[in-house]
T-cell receptor, first 110, second 113 residues
Framework: KAGVTQTPRYLIKTRGQQVTLSCSPI?????VSWYQQTPGQGLQFLFE???????NKGNFPGRFSGRQFSNSRSEMNVSTLELGDSALYLC?????????FGPGTRLLVL | KNEVEQSPQNLTAQEGEFITINCSYS?????LHWLQQHPGGGIVSLFM???GKKKHGRLIATINIQEKHSSLHITASHPRDSAVYIC???????????????FGQGTILTVHP
């Protein structure tokens, strides 16, 4: 089976812009979780989707949002970008057990 | 205090040495993950544990639920084991934790030839 894919892999944006990141889970996986990794805060949970419903949400401002489509693909959106949003954004898919991580999208906000 | 604490934060070893990384957590959990992250960012899930011990090749993971502690052991370490090892827990919150992992700060392992 193909692994988890994320697009784009690298992205440069300026403050105030918005960005959409995409995650395609492993075929058959209905759960997709999103994480942010920064040097200062480490890995932090953003949100988790299952069958198009957000089941859980981390402690991030409302500028961070996501959705999941009927084919389990997921997108996350960050509006009004801030310098502190520069990070590696990882998604992971699972069938309820082991999480399989994608390669991540590295976002740089200038 | 973080819910998940790892030690040591940095670990340097010579090839062939036995390595142990520890993880302590303060919440009730339904599962604990050990993850490996290489430079460049890719994360690989090594183990998911809810009790006892698991072994895969030279890697062994153990968990003691009563003591809220887990260890990751690497036998006969090799330079290719150099990576960041991350402990993550899935809190047991009455079935609402789902995919919400809480992570330790990671242990940077460097194995010299």
């Amino acid at each position: 089976k193909a692994g988890v894919t994320q697009t784009p892999r690298y992205l440069i944006k300026t403050r105030g812009q918005q960005v959409t990141l995409s995650c395609s889970p492993i075929s058959g996986h209905r759960s997709v979780s999103w994480y942010q990794q920064t040097p200062g805060q480490g890995l932090q949970f953003l949100f988790e989707y299952f069958s198009e419903t957000q089941r859980n949400k981390g402690n991030f401002p409302g500028r961070f949002s996501g959705r999941q489509f009927s084919n389990s693909r997921s997108e996350m959106n960050v509006s009004t970008l801030e310098l502190g949003d520069s990070a590696l954004y990882l998604c992971a898919s699972s069938t309820g057990g082991t999480q399989y991580f994608g390669p991540g999208t590295r976002l740089l906000v200038l | 205090k973080n819910e998940v604490e790892q030690s040591p934060q940095n670990l340097t070893a010579q090839e062939g040495e036995f390595i142990t990384i520890n993880c302590s957590y303060s919440v009730g959990i339904s599962a604990l993950h050990w993850l490996q992250q290489h430079p460049g960012g890719g994360i690989v899930s090594l183990f998911m544990l809810s009790s006892g011990k698991k072994k895969h090749g030279r890697l062994i993971a153990t968990i003691n639920i009563q003591e809220k502690h887990s260890s990751l052991h690497i036998t006969a370490s090799h330079p290719r084991d150099s990576a960041v090892y991350i402990c993550a827990v899935l809190a047991n919150a009455g079935g609402t934790s789902y995919g919400k992992l809480t992570f330790g700060q990671g242990t940077i392992l460097t194995v010299h030839p």
